[in-house]
């Protein structure tokens, strides 16, 4: 006997608000139109995935003071995508990421059970915080919390969701029209939750549905937003897609499980992860510098510099050598609703090690950004994309991936054609779905009744 | 909402209007919701909206105290104000909800390759709004949806909500008790609409009815009899209830159309009974006599209601 091999976990991410996706291909459909959701899902279902992820932003970026305008702007409700979906796939899970700062917990909780019930147990939920005022300028509350109070909130909020999830045990409908008896406990769904976040008491309204809680997954890569998967969530969704990086995220995160009581497959490590495929690796290596090229123009090129440089750049030609002025070391004002400025905890070394690397590779603006923002996970040949996702999944890098075609809505068809086979004769990857509920493609253990948290 | 959205995908041409609770909840989230809804229904989406008094309801939430008042006692100034406190937020929630349906303009998506730019941002709008309960900046996240605006109906009982419906809504619901008081009601909904400056614009008042349907009027009555005895005590609802025939159910939706209403919402008292007797009995019926479609003639939902796409309020003249 062999060591038995990991299985695959695999998911599709609808491609994003940011320039990772190609909106100027001539393939590059509508991303907002429902036959784009649909098209992604149903490739997803056709080749087995576990699960399709939606990301949501709730105000729309900024740069300069003006709205972003460079890559892929708008994005649908999420819950009413999912639901919708949910008419249009069977067993493929439905993952949306939701708020917890500017949303309540009843109202979620309510959202995520129905979903659960019109889907026959395929929904998840990426728990998200934000702070921000620049957000909170399109809500009730405005910028209300202080940020140091975000995961704090977001852990009372899913122990309030969980409170109400499970305030229906599952047996309470009898609906016996002889007695005329519809419910066996008149006070199922009855809860009572203060706390310093939430005062909230009443009847939750929703019976207990299929899976009896959705999915959890978090997202946040902080010293917090590992600690409160690791205490609260089924799965991660990281951006560590490397080998000696992946492993030591995962060795991380899995060690910090069994001082909440869980143990290591309790919680999934899914990298967010990008594919070129090509008929030979060097035919794909070739096709994934054009895609590059089309990932960054001359004028998204200057604008990554510009959130390094905290500065306004527009005067400078992005075929040209980097700014002689240095970043302005401030606070980051230049660009907002953006997670990706606050990577860059010292601008200056930065600014420095991309000025080495620039004079080294004699670079202009453009082909540097493309070297230091690059995010092509998976390069090659079918085979190899599979050999090289195995690899990483047996090594302990990660338990699977979660998928962001560049092209939508048709990014995924050629995976799914070409690459999953690969796996599924491997024996890595399922050739059908062994259940119905996304818990049981995860392998979780199914929730207890009416269990307390 | 979800439901309406799970519905969405397996219909063609019936209207989707779910029901939006608008005192606990974030009109940035609704309005998005509901063009989604309008996406993924490629234009039948439709917005009920509804206030909560409840303190058991604002509980749920725990974000306001709701005080313990007798709502029904209208002359208490106490209720007075706080019903019209519900009601001012409940326009300004349709407000906020409209402006961010017309925040993109139709054609700001340009996708052009030559400036690198997906969108026009001066096509985007800000639309600074700011009242007495929330201020919300824009523009949405979804851009403007399929029907441009999709269609915004409220139910009233009395003259503030009737203020709402005339000066908010598409369509309003209303439960008259026979054809006197429906002609009085659609009397004084006109007069909030005209009050309102909005005179010219298309607003259906529909009257609501549950309905025991059945062959004769006899065993209407009697399985509405069989029921109420069941219950203990006899069925009442906010609206009307009718038991009797198709033909008779036919003859006093026509006399009520006569007194001003421009159709109905129909409430079946069972599922699926008298659901299947009206789309069986009635809608037959109806169409013999010429007062119902046989097709539908449009493939939204402003169009079978015979609302124009609107122009879109921050495109300069001149400019759709």
């Known amino acids: 006997m062999t060591t038995p091999r990991k299985q695959i976990h695999l998911a599709a991410h609808f491609p994003g608000v940011n320039n990772t996706t190609v909106w100027s291909d ?92 019109l889907s026959g147990g395929r929904a998840a939920w990426n728990v998200v915080t934000s702070w921000d005022a620049f957000t909170g300028e399109n809500f009730r509350r405005g910028g209300f919390l202080p940020q140091e109070a975000r995961y704090e909130r977001a852990r009372t909020f899913l122990q309030t969701a969980w409170e109400l999830f499970d305030s229906w045990r599952g047996d309470e409908i009898v609906a016996d029209k002889e007695s005329g008896v519809f419910l066996a406990d008149a006070g199922a769904g009855r809860f009572a939750h203060t706390d310093a976040h939430f005062d909230i008491s009443g009847q939750f309204s929703v019976p207990r549905s299929p899976q009896g809680r959705p999915v959890i997954f978090q997202a946040g890569d902080s010293e917090e937003g590992r600690e409160f998967a690791a205490s609260s969530a089924d799965a991660i969704f990281s951006r ?81 050598p980097l700014p002689d002025i240095d970043p302005d070391p401030g606070e980051n004002t230049i660009a907002r609703g953006r ?52 690899t990483l999944v047996q090594a302990d890098a990660s338990d699977g991936f979660i998928l962001v075609p560049h092209i939508t809505p048709g990014g995924l068809d050629d995976f799914a054609d070409r690459v999953v086979p690969l796996l599924q004769e491997r024996g890595v990857f399922r050739a059908d779905y062994k259940g119905s509920t996304l818990r049981e493609h995860l392998g979780l253990a199914p929730r207890p009744a009416g269990a307390a948290s | 909402m979800l439901i309406a959205a799970r519905v969405a995908p397996v219909t063609r041409h019936i209207g989707l209007v779910p029901s939006v609770v608008v005192t606990h909840t974030e009109p940035f989230h609704a309005s998005k919701a509901i063009a989604t809804l309008d996406y993924v229904s490629t234009g039948r989406a439709g917005v009920r909206i509804r206030v909560s008094s409840s303190p058991h309801e604002a509980a749920l939430f725990g974000r306001r105290d709701v ?43 340009i996708r052009d390759a030559a400036t690198g730019r997906f969108i026009d941002r001066d096509k985007l709008h800000y639309i600074d709004f700011a009242g007495d309960c929330f201020s919300v900046k824009g523009p949405s996240i979804t851009p403007r949806p399929p029907q441009g605006q999709p269609v915004v109906s409220a139910l009233g009982h009395g003259p503030v909500p009737y203020g709402l419906i005339g000066g908010s ?35 259906h008042v529909l009257g609501d009815l549950v309905v025991f349907l059945d062959h004769d009027a006899g065993a209407a009555a009697g399985r509405k009899h069989r029921l109420d005895e069941l219950a203990g005590q006899d069925y009442r ?6 038991t009797g025939t198709p033909a008779q159910l036919a003859d006093l939706l026509q006399e009520w159309q006569q007194a001003g209403l421009s159709g109905f919402r129909l409430r079946p008292a069972a599922i699926p009974d008298d659901l299947e007797a009206i789309t069986r009995d009635l809608v037959p019926e109806l169409q013999r006599r010429g007062a119902f479609r046989a097709a539908y003639e449009a493939s939204t939902l402003r169009g079978l209601l015979g609302l124009s796409r609107p122009v879109n309020r921050y495109a300069p003249a001149g400019r759709s």
Not at chain 1, 303 to 317: C, I, K, P, V, Y
Not at chain 1, 340 to 357: E, I
């Open chain 1, 26 to 117: 001539p393939r590059s459909g509508s991303h907002i139109e429902f036959s784009s959701f649909a098209h992604l899902a149903r490739t997803a279902e056709r080749a087995k995935f576990d699960f399709l992820f939606l990301a949501e932003g709730l105000r729309l970026r900024e740069q300069n003071g003006q709205i972003y305008d460079l890559d892929v702007v708008g994005r649908p409700d999420t819950f009413t995508v999912l639901a919708a979906l949910a008419a249009v796939t069977d067993r493929l899970g439905l993952a949306g990421t939701i708020n917890s700062t500017f949303n309540e917990p009843y109202e979620v909780a309510r959202q995520f059970a129905s979903l659960d019930h």
């Open chain 1, 240 to 320: 560590h897609g490397t080998l000696e990086d992946g492993q030591a995220f995962y060795a991380d995160v899995k060690g910090r499980l069994a001082r909440y009581g869980r143990s290591p497959d309790q919680l999934l490590i899914l990298p967010a992860a990008t594919f070129v495929l090509g008929d030979t690796d060097a035919d794909a290596r070739e096709l994934a510098r054009e895609v590059r090229f089309q990932q960054v123009s001359g004028q998204t090129a200057i604008m990554f510099l510009e959130q390094l440089w905290n500065r306004d750049l527009s005067g400078h030609d992005p075929d040209g």
């Open chain 1, 339 to 390: 997670a990706s400025v606050r990577m860059y905890r010292d601008p200056l070394a930065v600014a420095a090690q991309w000025r080495a690397r620039a004079e080294a590779g004699n670079l202009s603006i453009r082909e540097l950004i493309i070297e230091v923002t690059g995010r092509q996970t998976f390069v090659g040949a079918p085979a190899t994309v599979a050999g090289a996702i195995n």
């Open chain 2, 67 to 109: 005080p313990r008042l007798n709502l029904r006692d209208r002359d208490d100034p106490a209720v007075r104000e706080f019903t019209a406190g519900l009601i001012g937020e409940a326009a300004d929630y349709v407000e906020v909800m409209r402006r961010l349906w017309d925040s993109w303009e139709d054609d700001a998506e």
């Open chain 2, 169 to 203: 809504a598409d369509v309003g619901f209303v439960t008259p008790q026979d054809a006197a008081q429906a002609r009085e009601i659609v009397t004084e909904i006109r007069s909030a609409q005209g009050a309102a400056g909005r005179a010219e614009d298309t607003l």
């Open chain 2, 237 to 242: 609802s906010d609206a009307a209830v009718f």
